[in-house]
């Protein structure tokens, strides 16, 4: 429910999250197996992407993620709200309070425009889509989460370790795309995530965060991450 995806910025903001270790497709589904989802699950609203702005995920990369978000599902032959739809009632109800929203009007705003919005439209539920950071494990410099591996950059080792290499191992931080569907009560039903990119290399023993312009250079990993957080679906 918008409630639960406003709240999900400020959940966001704190950089490093655990992830899922399974990986049996069928984990996806929460409390349902996929036939009863895709039976009841035929009309979606889904809401803007949420980003922490820590992540510095640039516009046009958040456009293509929700273009392709909705493609596939488009695909999946759900009928679709539009995350400009979906945002309206929220922010017909914000210009009512032309001083600001404070964290005690809020809750009620976001409560106000859910319901709204279930009113209007006759969906099944609400798809978010969000990019958030999480702790992926590695060993000897390769990282795997979310359907996906990366190799780590490395330096610092010195000539010995240079030939002999290092067993490292732990987590690091990295990017990923999870969906999460949530029926009109506002349970979750749906839940899955593709890794995208790791956020930091190793300099020896210690791991340093890459430079900015390294980062969301990729599409095709980013494409790849899309296709994995439906791929149940």
């Known amino acids: ?66 273009d392709e978000v909705l493609k596939k599902l488009g695909k999946a032959k759900k009928k679709l709200i539009l995350p400009d739809e979906v945002w309206k009632f929220r922010t017909q109800l914000v210009s009512l309070y032309p001083d600001g929203v404070t964290d005690e009007n809020r809750s009620a705003i976001d409560d106000h425009a859910y319901r709204e919005l279930l009113f209007r439209h006759p969906i099944d539920g609400l798809v978010t889509i969000q990019v958030l950071a999480v702790a992926a494990p590695f060993n000897k410099d390769k990282a795997e989460w979310g359907g996906t591996s990366q190799n780590i950059k490395h330096s610092g080792d010195g000539f010995i370790g240079a030939l002999t290499g290092k067993g490292y191992a732990g987590h690091i931080a990295a990017t990923s795309i999870r969906v999460l569907v949530s029926d009109r009560q506002g349970a979750i039903v749906y839940r899955w995530e593709g890794g995208i990119e790791v956020m930091m290399q190793r300099k020896g023993k210690k791991l340093e965060a890459l430079p900015k312009e390294q980062l969301w250079q990729n599409e095709r990993r980013v494409s790849k991450a899309i296709r994995y957080a439906l791929k149940p679906i």
Do not use: W
Not at 23 to 45: C, I, P, R, S, W
């Open 1 to 66: 429910m918008i409630k639960h995806l406003i709240k999900l910025v400020v959940l966001c903001s704190v950089l490093l999250t655990s992830i899922a270790s399974a990986q049996n497709l069928n984990d996806a589904y929460v409390g349902m197996k996929k036939k009863e989802f895709k039976k009841q699950f035929t009309h979606l609203a889904v809401a803007p992407l949420v980003a922490a702005p820590a992540l510095g995920l640039p516009d046009e990369m958040r456009k293509m993620i929700t």
